[in-house]
């Protein structure tokens, strides 16, 4: 039976569907599956289903999409896998396959039309919500709201609101447009993304990234024209959203003469270094998008890659690292965190139990998963737990949001940073400048 065009267009490769030989090695690196321990819900199960659609003999039913669905997206079975199954690619254009052939009831194509086209592509609606989110955290309404025990009536709002990442005045989008000096000689010119929400909601670790490529001799350019980067687009199966964003970044950055494209971000960077794939069909920008993936380094791999200033303070406490997903398995750096954490004076490091198993948050899963999510992340907590340690360290936001909540839940008081935020505090403990010169 043919495939409909309209399901066809996005659908998974293939090539890349026959590489897995269902030998179950994928299964116990799969979150969904240790909790559930179902068939349906593992990676290979899923792949077994993307093959019936692929080849005609099931439709896109409501009980395919629920699997599709409850998948993290973590890539974690693609460390796992023997045979090379590019999971992740895989999953995300099932994904497309099935916006395309399952319309959403109409309220919810409305809210995620206005989430995915108007508000994370535009600083300024970002701008808008943000100051609303500032104003009702710290006018007093978030902790009265929090404390009569309103958020558990409210249902999926409740949970969105007990997942609400803090408002950080004033927002990074003042630096857009803006080049820092490096601190003493300049070795390296580099263009920061400064990311959408994270803008809003991490504008102190981003100004903290600024600091530390600064003092590690880069002259850092916040370009003026950069969007959205797309990831939370194409895990929702909205690639050509992705597409135009991705276009929109590459023109942005490209012919800036950048030897770097850093993100503090590991599930942006690993959207941002597969842009060869999103855009390979496009005659005029696939040959600019590989040579854009190739400019792009998480901020950790960059500074673990150049000769990093020892010039720092002492941090002392003890901390454990949890792997991002999108770093260990998406872009395979492991290593060059914990080198950076174990370059910090006075900072004792305790490796934590599974530590590149997903913590729960992948984009806005722990949003539209929120018992699954909670789930994940108890156990998590229970690994942190077991090292010990006062700190957190991980190199993405997501994640370090998830953790955050984490730490409300079920821990014992522990601090959450990115790692560059504790290169930041070891060079500012030595005495480095509070803020870094801008020279335009």
Known sequence: MAVPETLAREAPHQLDLDKCVHCGLCLNACPT?????????????????????????????????????????????????????????????????????????????????????????????????????????????????????????????????????????????????????????????????????????????NEATVRVLCANGCEVVIPAGQTCCGALHVHAGRRQEARRLARCNIDAFLDGGYDAIVTNAAGCGSTLKEYHELLEGDPVYAERARRFSNLVRDVTEFLASIELDRNMGPVPVTATYQDSCHLAHGQRIRSAPRRLLASVPGLEFREMPLSDLCCGSAGIYNVLHPEMAMAILEKKMEAVAATGAELIATANPGCMLQLRVGVRLFGRGQRVAHVVEVLDEAYRSAGAPAAPRACA
Do not use: K, N
């Not at 439709?59 to 460390?79: F, K, M, N, Q, W």
């Not at 004033?170 to 959408?196: K, M, N, Q």
């Open 33 to 205: 599956y240790r909790e559930l321990r179902l068939e349906m819900d593992s990676p290979r199960g899923r792949i077994y289903q993307m093959v019936q659609v692929a080849e005609g003999r099931m439709p896109v039913t409501p009980s395919y999409i629920e699997h599709i669905d409850l998948c993290l997206a973590c890539r974690g079975c693609e460390t796992a896998c023997p045979s090379g199954v590019p999971y992740g690619r895989l999953v995300e254009a099932a994904r497309a396959q099935i916006e395309a052939a399952r319309p959403r009831p109409a309220l919810q194509r409305l809210l995620r039309g206005f989430l995915f086209g108007r508000v994370l592509p535009s600083p300024g609606w970002l701008t808008a919500l943000g100051t609303l989110l500032l104003f009702y955290q710290r006018s007093g309404l978030q902790a009265l709201v929090r404390g009569s025990g309103l958020t558990r009536l409210l249902g999926a709002l409740g949970r969105i609101e007990q997942l609400a990442p803090e408002a950080e005045w004033p927002f990074f989008f003042r630096h857009l447009g803006r080049t820092f000096s490096a601190e003493g000689e300049r070795r390296y010119r580099v263009a920061l993304l400064s990311g959408c929400v994270a803008s809003v909601c991490f504008a102190r670790l």
